[in-house]
């Protein structure tokens, strides 16, 4: 298939299974408050340091080759990631920030990931090749969490004002999901390549279910999501 094509093609299947997603774990009669909200958002604070931070990281140096072979045709992502960056760590201080006003403790060195949070992680940077790396965060990772935003603050699952911290954590994804995209228009121009794509884009939505999963059982409701994440279709 045409790279293009490609890349279009995944990013919509991306946006289908993160609005599914966000409808199989995020229900409408749920409301988290108070204290209860703190490890949600610290769980976000550590998430969007981690995941957004160091994924681009590792595949700025494996795109970097030496200062003398400085590959110009890939600049563009270069300055892509960089943006991406600094976004990043703007988003996990807005959480920090909220979860401080919550009473609770905003430094991320502090905060014990889960092993669902682990497992995120591991599924979104732990891969050898840039390409893998940029579709499990661009490509599937950031239209499945664009998707679990608009839904916490679509069904009221939280306040007002961390609603104001969602969208403004939520702005930037747009962003994102378009560098993913310019990445696989450039580089899933074979098969094989295009295969391995998929098969990420499964692995890593069998991640995010068990992230946001995690997050909403452990309001009230246990194990409910336990086998969302693993059906094919
Ligand atoms: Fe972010
Ligand atoms: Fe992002």
Redesign the pocket.
Same mark, same amino acid.
């Given at each position: 298939m045409d790279s293009k094509e490609f890349a279009k093609a995944v990013i919509g299947e991306s946006n289908r299974r993160g609005k599914q997603l966000a409808e199989d774990v995020f229900d409408a009669d749920d409301t988290i408050t108070g204290d209860d909200l703190i490890p949600m958002l610290q769980g976000f604070m550590w998430s $969007?340091f981690y995941l957004?931070v160091i994924p681009p990281v590792r595949v700025m140096s494996m795109l970097y080759d030496g200062a003398w072979d400085i590959d110009p045709s890939n600049i563009d992502i270069m300055l892509g990631l960089g943006d991406q960056i600094r @976004? $990043?760590v703007k988003?996990s201080k807005l959480f920090s920030r909220r979860v401080e006003e919550l009473g609770g403790d905003p430094n991320v060195i502090h905060y014990e990931p889960t092993d669902e949070d682990l497992f995120l992680l591991e599924r979104t940077a732990d891969w050898d090749e840039p390409i893998e790396i940029v579709t499990a965060l661009n490509c599937a990772g950031e239209p499945a969490l664009a998707e679990a935003f608009k839904a916490i603050m679509e069904k009221d699952i939280v306040d007002p004002r961390t609603k104001d911290v969602i969208h403004k954590?939520k702005i @930037?994804e747009g962003n994102h999901i378009n560098l993913g995209k310019k990445v696989l228009e450039r580089f899933a121009t074979d098969e094989e390549t295009q295969e391995r794509v998929w098969e990420i884009v499964d692995l890593k939505f069998e991640a995010a279910y068990e992230f946001h999963g995690k997050q909403m059982d452990s309001m009230s409701r246990p194990d409910r999501y336990a086998q969302a994440g693993t059906s094919d279709d």
């Open positions: $969007e957004g @976004d $990043e988003h954590a @930037d």
